[in-house]
């Protein structure tokens, strides 16, 4: 028998932490998105808000929301504003996805309680010029393009831009869709979604050098994007809205810097600073009330009815709000010893924000309070590998402070008379984590593995200051969220002869939270707000398991199938008073808590043309029912739910030209993610895929 495991894959899944990496290469030749290939690893739940371009959150082994820090190339996404998301990055700019869950290394230096998704793009030197095209249902297309061109003086320059545009009107069904009738009756309907356009563009450009000898790394780059996105709906799907919608920009200003043996042999260096203007306008000033079918509800003798405040969402609304973002990061790498390293991450994050409302008179608009937040976190590591490298470990601390102000304009009266005044709240956090990863090869492919961490996570500034255009309510008391969080698994393989080749991996996962941030839940739906705050929850207990199993034929059949179950139970079982809380060991809902995922890839070759490959692909998932109210009745209630997509892509004998169709939930099943919320049904999309790499 002959072992395979040297992928650069299997070198930071043998690392000791919780993590599993995703390689992206045959999903770059398709049309499916990057939080598609996330929702399909095990361990991962991606939530979305509807379809394209709707809000996302990620759920790691049952911790989920701003718990999960995004980064790409070990910057946080949120830099880059709304408008730039994982699903603005096609997968034919990524090298792989790290999945870090529950305890990360200090290199991505957030407060990531809950785990870490880095998008690693990729970093080829050969000059080469990328760009696709895709069009399907809901009228939604999509096109996007990188290059890179390197000169032998190390010159380089890296340019990428994306298109995204859907009217994502697809139909909904179920107990949230009804249209009330003029006798007050009401009555379940199929309709279209008719707000929820949306549309999206940006690009990036960086010049620099690489590989020269006073840099590995040096870009200076900038980053801009615009987006248009219709709100259909709030929280819930209850009440549709019409003529509500958000317009932001962003125009983001980055210099980064990477060295090995930098001054001294062995010591690593990296430098990251990044300025951001964002920009974001709320628009809501319709004043009735519109129905399912997308017209205006009748009262009893025909009329319109308004709505109670004269919007869609609250009282009218043109809401101009302006950030300024400055993010810093370094960190060093110094091997003192063979094998043994010592580090050091530091991040700070400045955030200002600015609102003005255009609805608003003169006089109450000078009394609009601004925010401001700031965030630094300290990291330092020690690595090392013993035994042959066959047994690493990973001690690290982490220390985080973090600074909330606000500053509202009222009026006082001094000797008499009234005269505006700036009233200063704050809210201060200081916090020390630690934690420690390990691995001990057993075999060349059995690895066992052990990771540990005491994690931070601080309020992030929508859930603190709020976010009109995700109906989010502000809330400055909320305190912070500490989590002891464990994680023990192994991996076997991938073990390989002949014609076969299997690998089998499982861990086990154990999640002690206390102050959990996450949105407050109505415990009676049909009074419940269309727009939340987030709440501190007390104290939460999760336990769970995941599992995947993956088999190769011939490098031509590829079977995947991976399965993750866990319990996120309330545990704090009495009040202030001594009283009991009704939902004591109760499951929290809203939270999809088992989930299965399985493909099935088989490629054929020199089938139509001498040279092609054809790959036919067909992935099925998996949710069980879960609650989306602390009441655990029937009416609360999501469906199982059972996706099935198939798909195919030809690969001209050139490699150049790459076609391919995708049909995504093809049985046309009911799917749900945040409060019931439905996503689209089937979907048919093809693309076409082109590269260039003689220049």
Do not use: C
């Given at each position: 028998m002959v072992i395979n495991f040297v992928s650069a894959k299997s070198e930071i899944e043998k690392s000791g932490f919780a993590v599993n990496v995703i390689e992206t290469k045959d999903a770059a030749l398709r049309n499916i998105q990057t939080n598609e290939l996330l929702d399909r690893s095990v361990g991962v739940r991606v939530r979305q808000n509807g379809g394209l371009g709707s809000s996302v959150n990620y759920n790691l082994n049952g911790l989920s929301g701003n718990a999960i820090k995004i980064f790409v190339d070990g910057i946080p996404i949120s830099t880059y504003g709304p408008s730039f998301s994982l699903n603005s990055i096609p997968p034919a700019l990524i090298e792989r996805i790290e999945v870090y869950k529950g305890v990360v290394p200090i290199y991505l230096s957030e407060d990531a309680l809950g785990g870490a998704i880095n998008v690693v793009l990729k970093n080829g030197l050969r000059n080469s010029l990328n760009a696709s095209l895709s069009y399907g249902s809901f009228n939604t297309t999509q096109a996007n393009f990188n290059g890179i061109m390197r000169r032998d003086s190390g010159f380089t320059v890296k340019a990428s831009g994306f298109l995204n545009n859907t009217d994502n009107d697809y139909e909904v069904w179920g107990n949230a869709v009804k249209v009330t009738m003029p006798n007050g009756r009401e009555e379940n309907?199929?309709?279209?979604?008719?707000?929820?356009?949306?549309?999206?563009?940006?690009?990036?450009?960086?010049?620099?050098?690489?590989?020269?000898?006073?840099?590995?790394?040096?870009?200076?780059?900038?980053?801009?994007?615009?987006?248009?996105?219709?709100?259909?709906?709030?929280?819930?799907?209850?009440?549709?809205?019409?003529?509500r919608f958000v317009e932001s920009e962003s125009q983001v200003i980055s210099l980064n810097y990477k060295k090995e043996d930098f001054l001294v042999d062995g010591l690593k260096f990296g430098f990251t600073a990044t300025h951001s203007n964002r920009a974001e306008v709320v628009n809501d000033t319709v004043k009735w009330v519109y129905n399912w079918l997308g017209e205006q509800s009748l009262g009893l003798n025909g009329e319109p009815i308004l709505t109670q405040q004269g919007a869609q969402q609250g009282a009218p609304t043109i809401l101009h709000s302006k950030r300024k973002i400055y993010s810093l990061r370094a960190n060093l790498a110094?091997?003192?010893?063979?094998?043994?390293?010592?580090?050091?991450?530091?991040?700070?994050?400045?955030?200002?924000?600015?609102?003005?409302?255009?609805?608003?008179?003169?006089?109450?608009?000078?009394?609009?309070?601004?925010?401001?937040?700031?965030?630094?976190?300290?990291?330092?590591?020690?690595?090392?590998?013993?035994?042959?490298?066959k047994f690493k470990t990973n001690f690290f601390t982490k220390i985080y402070n973090q600074k909330i102000e606000k500053f509202k304009p009222v009026l006082k009266t001094e000797d008499g008379q009234s005269v505006r005044v700036i009233e200063e709240s704050k809210n201060q956090f200081n916090y020390v984590g630690y934690g420690g990863a390990f691995s001990y090869l057993i075999r060349p492919a059995i690895i066992v593995m052990a990771s540990a961490e005491k994690a931070i996570r601080m309020p992030s500034e929508s859930e603190t200051f709020g976010e009109v255009g995700e109906n989010i309510v502000e809330n400055f008391g909320l305190k912070a969220e500490v989590s002891n969080n464990f994680n023990l698994g192994f991996k076997i393989g991938p073990y390989k002869n002949t014609n076969h080749s299997f690998s089998f991996g499982a861990s086990g996962f154990f999640r002690d939270t206390k102050d959990k941030i996450s949105k407050r839940i109505n415990s009676r739906l049909n009074d419940a707000e269309q727009v939340t705050p987030f709440e501190n929850l007390q104290k939460t207990k999760t336990i769970g398991y995941e599992a995947e199993f993956t088999y190769i034929y011939k490098e031509k059949l590829n079977f995947l199938i991976n399965a993750t179950k866990f319990n996120t139970l309330f545990n704090r079982q009495f009040n202030p008073e001594g009283k009991q809380y009704d939902y004591y060991n109760q499951q929290v809902p809203n939270e999809p808590f088992f989930t299965i995922n399985a493909s099935v890839q088989y490629m054929l070759k020199d089938l139509v043309q001498k040279n092609s490959i054809l790959n036919l692909y067909y992935n099925y998932g998996y949710v069980e029912s879960f609650y989306v109210n602390w009441l655990e009745v029937e009416q609360y209630r999501t469906l199982d739910q059972n996706i099935h997509d198939v798909g195919l892509s030809y690969v001209f004998p050139n490699k150049q030209f790459v076609l391919s169709f995708d049909a995504k939930n093809i049985l046309n099943n009911e799917a749900y993610d945040n409060f019931a919320v439905q996503k689209p049904?089937?979907?048919?999309?093809?693309?076409?895929?082109?590269?260039?790499?003689?220049f």
């Open positions: 309907v199929r309709a279209k979604r008719f707000n929820d356009s949306y549309r999206s563009i940006g690009g990036q450009v960086e010049a620099g050098f690489t590989d020269v000898s006073w840099a590995d790394h040096f870009f200076v780059g900038f980053n801009a994007s615009d987006v248009y996105n219709e709100i259909q709906h709030g929280t819930y799907m209850r009440n549709p809205y019409k003529g110094y091997e003192f010893l063979p094998n043994q390293v010592i580090a050091f991450n530091q991040l700070y994050n400045s955030f200002d924000r600015k609102d003005n409302d255009e609805m608003k008179s003169i006089l109450e608009r000078n009394f609009i309070d601004t925010r401001k937040m700031t965030k630094s976190i300290s990291s330092f590591a020690y690595e090392a590998k013993f035994f042959d490298s049904g089937r979907a048919f999309y093809m693309k076409i895929n082109y590269t260039f790499n003689k």
